[in-house]
């Protein structure tokens, strides 16, 4: 019973997550369909005079993680429809 419970809980932490190879193939002047094959739905979004930027939660790979932090957040900005900057969300 205790296995079973111990992989639930792992495919709930990593069932809504990207991977991180995805964020490795993010590149810059990327349209938003072609990130959004890569990475999927955002978590969430912020605009700011004329730029939007879309926050990802990103799993970490194996040998990164600790049982208290197993992601990371990362976002995608885009200007003009296109990828400007993306990286790790430091805060």
Not at 1 to 13: S, Y
Not at 15 to 35: D, F, K, L, N, P
Request: glycine share 10%.
């Amino acid at each position: 019973m205790k296995r079973v419970a111990q992989g639930l809980l792992l495919a709930f932490l990593a069932g809504g997550c990207v991977h991180g190879t995805a964020v490795e193939q993010v590149q810059a002047g990327m349209s938003r369909a072609e990130v959004a094959a890569l990475m999927g739905q955002p978590d969430g979004t912020t605009n700011t005079a004329g730029r939007e930027c879309e926050l990802y939660t990103v799993t970490k790979d194996f040998w990164s993680r600790v049982p208290w932090n197993m992601t990371d957040r990362y976002y995608v900005c885009y200007s003009d429809g296109r990828v400007d900057t993306f990286g790790l969300a430091t805060s």
